[in-house]
C-alpha cells in the first residue's frame, strides 16, 4: 500500500477555496511536495516545503505542515477550471532518494 | 531552456522483449531519477543516478536496470517485458543528489505491452 495516503476525489465550485489533504508517514522526510498532473500529461511541480517550514504561501497556493501529525495540505484559492487535474503529494526520503508519491486527488471545478 | 526530455513518447512491445528509454535533464541539473506511474495510481521510484552513479534504487526486479552518461543523460532499460510493465515511465532531474528542493519532470514515455 501507499505510505502517503491522499482522498481520491475533490469537487469544488468555480472561485471558491480547494484544500486538499495528504498524510505521511516517515518522519525523516526532508522535502514534501504537491505536483499537478494533466490527463497525458507529466508532473509539474506546484510547490514544496522544507520539513522545519508550517507554512508556505506561493500567490493562489498556500501549503500548510503539521509534523506532529504528519499531516500536510494544499489550498487553492478562488480555484479556476483550469486548474482541474490530478494532484499529487509526496515526500523525499534522504536517505535513499526515493520521493514517494500518493496515489492523487482528482479534483474537479465546476463553473 | 528547454526542460526535461523523454524518447520515445509513447512505444508498443510485445512480451519478453527489451525496451530502452532515454532522458535528457534540464541543462545543468546533475540528477536524475526514474519513476513508473501505472495507470490510476502515483509514481513509483525505480531508480536515481548522480554523477554517473547509481545512488538509489527502488523495489523494481532486475529487469529493470539504467546508467547515466558524461552529458547526465540517462537511460532506462527493461529486459524481458511483462504485461505489467505497461505504464508512463517518467524521468525527473535535480541539480544536485538528494538536493530535495525542486524536482522536474519530463513528460514521460508512454509504455503499451502486449
Known amino acids: 500500500g501507499e505510505d502517503v495516503e491522499q482522498s481520491l476525489f475533490l469537487s469544488v465550485r468555480e472561485g471558491d477555496s480547494s484544500v486538499i489533504n495528504c498524510t505521511y508517514t516517515d518522519s525523516s522526510s526532508t522535502y514534501l511536495y504537491w505536483y499537478k498532473q494533466e490527463p497525458g500529461a507529466g508532473l509539474q511541480l506546484l510547490t514544496y516545503i522544507f520539513s522545519n517550514m508550517d507554512m508556505k504561501q506561493d500567490q493562489r497556493l498556500t501549503v500548510l505542515l503539521n509534523k506532529k501529525d504528519k499531516h500536510l495540505s494544499l489550498r487553492i484559492a478562488d480555484t479556476q477550471t483550469g486548474d482541474s487535474a490530478i494532484y499529487f503529494c509526496a515526500e523525499l526520503q534522504y536517505h535513499n532518494n526515493d520521493m514517494r508519491f500518493g496515489a492523487g486527488t482528482r479534483l474537479t471545478v465546476k463553473p | ?114
Not at chain 2, 523523454?6 to 525496451?19: A, C, D, E, F, Y
Not at chain 2, 531508480?47 to 538509489?56: D, I, L, M, N, T
Open chain 2, 1 to 114: 531552456d528547454a526542460g526535461v526530455t523523454q524518447s520515445p513518447t509513447h512505444l508498443i512491445k510485445t512480451r519478453g522483449q527489451h525496451v530502452t528509454l532515454r532522458c535528457s535533464p534540464i541543462s545543468g541539473h546533475k540528477s536524475v531519477s526514474w519513476y513508473q506511474q501505472v495507470l490510476g495510481q502515483g509514481p513509483q521510484f525505480i531508480f536515481q543516478y548522480y554523477e554517473k552513479e547509481e545512488r538509489g534504487r527502488g523495489n523494481f526486479p532486475d529487469r529493470f536496470s539504467a546508467r547515466q552518461f558524461p552529458n547526465y543523460s540517462s537511460e532506462l532499460n527493461v529486459n524481458a517485458l511483462l504485461l505489467g510493465d505497461s505504464a508512463l515511465y517518467l524521468c525527473a532531474s535535480s541539480l544536485e543528489q538528494g538536493s530535495g528542493g525542486e524536482l522536474f519532470f519530463g513528460e514521460g514515455s508512454r509504455l503499451t505491452v502486449l
